[in-house]
């Protein structure tokens, strides 16, 4: 079937390093994708979004890398802060007018003082 | 107004009892969702409903019964639930079409059913 999933379930780094959180999708349809942050207690709140007519897309202390040939999207975080703290989603939608979002199973990332 | 609101935050039902979830966005979103979150999994997608006509309905029980009475708000009836029914469940709304589509999330109810 499709999916979307992440390469690494828990994500430690150090205060002030960067951060790359992996995903993987099967869906060679799949044309946008968004980054969400859940933090506990609450819903999934948007990073960034990508579409597949990019390669890369930069927010504050964010970045979003997309590679279709190997259907494979990242998040970098830079100078990673305590409140970044969370569990990371990558979710995928196929068609512009398609609703159905399917998100992967998570990276858990936590920062160390 | 950015912000989808859902209510109640918390609730405990037992397994006869029938009671509703609530829904709110006043973003002019005209597609909104609902969705099943379990701990430590990702949301899965439950209903989908666009220019307040369902759409999507990813072969959930019918003991959930979603409804949208006009474009700003979107109901989730309960009725006879289990209790592996507890979870978070999410409302989300999105623009239909365009360049952004990305889903605004509330904050969830989270629910347990006794």
Redesign the interface.
């Known amino acids: 079937g499709e999916s979307v999933g992440l390469h690494l379930p828990t994500l430690s780094v150090q205060e002030g390093d960067n951060s790359i959180i992996n995903c993987a999708y099967s869906n060679s349809a799949s044309d946008y994708f968004i980054w969400y942050k859940q933090e506990s207690g609450k819903g999934p709140q948007f990073i960034i979004d990508i579409r597949s007519n990019m390669d890369k897309r930069q927010g504050q202390r964010v970045t979003v890398l997309l590679n279709k040939t190997v259907k494979h999207l990242s998040l970098q975080i830079a100078a990673t802060q305590p409140g970044d703290s969370a569990v990371y989603f990558c979710a995928e939608k196929a068609g512009n007018y398609g609703q159905n979002f399917v998100f992967g199973p998570g990276t858990r990332l936590s920062v160390l003082p | 107004d950015t912000e ?1 609101t859902q209510t109640p935050k918390h609730l405990v039902m037992g397994m006869t009892n029938k009671k509703s979830l609530k829904c709110e966005q006043h973003m002019g979103h005209r ?1 909104m ?1 609902w969705y099943k979150q379990k701990a ?6 439950m209903f ?1 409903y ?1 220019y307040e006509k369902l ?2 309905n990813e072969s959930v029980p019918s003991r959930f019964s979603p409804e949208c009475p006009n474009s700003s708000l979107l109901n989730l009836h309960l009725h006879a639930l289990q209790p592996e029914d507890s979870a978070l469940y ?1 409302c ?1 709304s ?1 623009q ?13 109810t989270r629910l347990t059913v006794l």
């Open positions: 989808v597609a969702y430590k999994k990702p949301p899965e997608l989908v666009s759409s999507i999410l989300a999105s239909l079409a365009g360049v952004k589509n990305e889903q605004f999330f509330g904050p969830g």
